[in-house]
């Protein structure tokens, strides 16, 4: 049993004295409240109605209405809260877009703020905006298109942000219709290298636990993971864990103010005096967690912290694992960590002295070229204590965006088929089967090489639903190039995107779509403890001419194959639900969802429970990782991008309310500054052989020579060429050398 949490008051978890922390650095979380009145005071019934009914179209906690099923209380976060306006605002103007050419100095934020997307619109080349079309004619043109074109020269991305179950597998299944693989979704940027690390090790592809396993574990990590600003009503969950005796420990690059401490606005004694959370910080290079964590187990191995009885009888290759670990010195291991022999063998204390943990991790570890490999590194550690599969212990790659989860598990990717089936002939036969056409047998292009292929020539159809490829992939400038050549671009989304104006060799086509909340019949997500929870239709005011994605596609498929029309039809998104079942296992039961509240966790609150792993021989995989050496140059810096408040690359404000970080901030450390003479707020560059960023100093608790910048301000630092070899994640850090700038 977990411990519970006491419920009387503790000043020893107090994060300040001061009441409400006056003058503390943090987000005013009443404002926020206050502050959504405001914007939506034009639509404030309708506002209220979804944050009170529909299932939250920010991170991945998926909150139905404003309760969750860890804690009891009122949910509500500030990401949601600045995600409202999305579902409320007005049309915009379409005259408004009647010239692009000074919309394209307009930030991201300003172009959202103009209102919804009302109509099909569509811009040629020789013409200076976008004038309304029919859909109709949007369509006919789109179908023609691809009728014309060949599927290996066809791309389909499917952002993350408010997409659905129901839109993500009906949208695979129209584009395979199609007759291309080609199509994939942002679960490629974030968490693919955790799908295929925990599948090769432990044989399940997601999260094994529940958030509830926080509250009263033993040991509770983070690592490379910001929850306080990505899913903030988490901080809830570290209070009460805090308060059940948990100790939490945060390994990063930057010791995060948010995971420090926290000032809860929904609990009084948190809201009063704050909590603090992590109560130890082990600071890393950027790139350095794999050599930290082989360190920790070469510690927790020569000391028997280990479980030997679980590893001998439900674990394989660790006499391998043991035995590179033994050739690897502990000055190597420095070197690449940038953390010290004793940093680690106290966390290896910690770990071996906990009978329970969960460890959680976010792009900090899989954004990387070793991706994969980080990922199996915690779970490695993980593994030499059995810390998987019972209550209070699990492995946690934590969702920033609320439809991500099942994007990939419906199918919505270019290297796997519903259920995450691998793409063979024989999984597309038994696939074409059940569909009653013939699906495409190879893999498909990943986000990444759309791009490739669209700079090469090699793309004559690129349909992005959401996305802003433009702003979230490395090297924009090439990006930029690459979309430029494209024949027919189509964008669907809510509101206007910076990518939607770019100009095309030939045609742009822009469509309107619908929220979640429009959609008839309701629709589900699943969030990142497997949770698939249904979302009703709020009733309300709808948006011109827009419509769900699902809709169009299957529209559009059929009319690039009338001979398929009939099988390319649902009368509801039950009816859609209804098959998602019979095709995916683990989501039988998503047909029986279908009022506000509904929901289910697939696989139950622990997979591999009883230690039983889905694997050939039923047992988990210990493996064999080699940090790869680094030397940086002298004078040159790592880099790394990072988020502030944000929602993916939607920026929100010029100034992060947790850190104080304005968005052209370079967080660095003290001593780095002192010894280039470096002052708060002095203008510097950062300069490599990509690009060049331009910033001013911010001191701050980062490992030495690493620093950190905000993305997507910082991607034009990014090498495009840099992905992990299994997955194609981009690498979003660098090395750079850094200048001051004379004003």
Known sequence: MLR????????????????????????????????????????????WEILNKGVCDGCALGTTGMKDWTVDGIHVCNVRLRLLRLNTMPALDPKLLADVSQLQKKSGAE?????????????????????RISWDEALDLIAKRIQASTPDRLGFYFTSRGTVNETY???????RAMGTNNLDNAARICHSPSTNAL??????????????????????????????????????????????????????????????????????????????????????????????????????IANGWVDESFIKNYTT??????????????????????????????????VGEANKAVFVWSMGITQHECGEDNVRAIINLALTKGFVGREGCGLMPIRGHSGVQGGAEMGCYATTFPGGKPITPENAASLGTLWGFEVPTTKGLIASEMIDAAAEGNLDVLFSVGGNFLEVLPEPDYVERALKRVPLRVHMDIVVSKQMLLESVETVVILPATTRYEIPGGVTETNTERRVIFSPEIPGSRIGEARPEWEVFLELARRVRPDLAEKLDFENTSAMRQEIARLIPQYAGIQHLKEAGDQFQYGGAHLCFGWDFPTPDRKARFSVL?????????????????????????????????????????????????KLGLQDGDAVMLKNDIGEFRGQVYIAPVTPRNLQIHWPEGNVLLDKSKRSPEVGIPDYNAIVRLEKVLR
């Open 4 to 47: 519970k949490p006491k419920k009387s008051w503790n000043p020893s978890i107090w994060a300040s004295w001061k009441p409400f922390g006056i003058g503390e650095q943090y987000p005013n979380n009443y404002w926020e409240v206050f502050r959504a009145v405001l914007e939506n005071a034009d639509n404030l019934p309708y506002a």
């Open 317 to 350: 290759n660790f006499a391998e694992l043991k035995a590179f670990l033994d050739t690897q010195s502990w000055e190597e291991l420095e070197q690449i960590s940038g953390a010290t022999r004793d940093s680690m063998y106290a966390f290896a204390k910690m």
């Open 199 to 300: 599948k090769s090790t432990i044989g399940v592809a997601a999260t094994t636990c529940s958030y509830k396993d926080w509250i009263g574990t033993d040991l509770l990590v983070f690592i490379g993971s910001n929850v306080a600003n990505n899913q903030p009503v988490t901080v809830k969950y570290l209070h009460w864990a805090k308060k059940a005796g948990t100790k939490i420990v945060v390994i990063n690059t930057y010791r995060e103010p948010g995971m420090e401490r926290y000032w809860v606005p929904s609990i009084p004694e948190s809201a009063l005096f704050g909590t603090k959370f992590a109560e130890d910080f082990f600071l890393v290079n950027i790139g350095g967690d794999m050599a930290f964590l082989n360190g920790t187990m070469k510690h927790a």
């Open 111 to 131: 172009l959202q703020s103009m209102g919804r997307l009302p109509y099909p619109m569509k811009r040629d080349r020789t013409e200076l905006g976008f004038t």
């Open 626 to 674: 080699s940090p790869q050496e680094r030397h940086l140059p002298e004078g040159y810096f790592w880099v790394t991008t990072r988020r502030g408040k944000q929602f993916n690359s939607m920026v929100q404000e010029r100034k992060d309310a947790i850190t104080g970080a304005v968005r052209s901030a370079v967080l660095m450390n003290a001593l780095d500054a002192e």
């Open 169 to 175: 597998y009906t949208t695979q299944k129209a584009v």
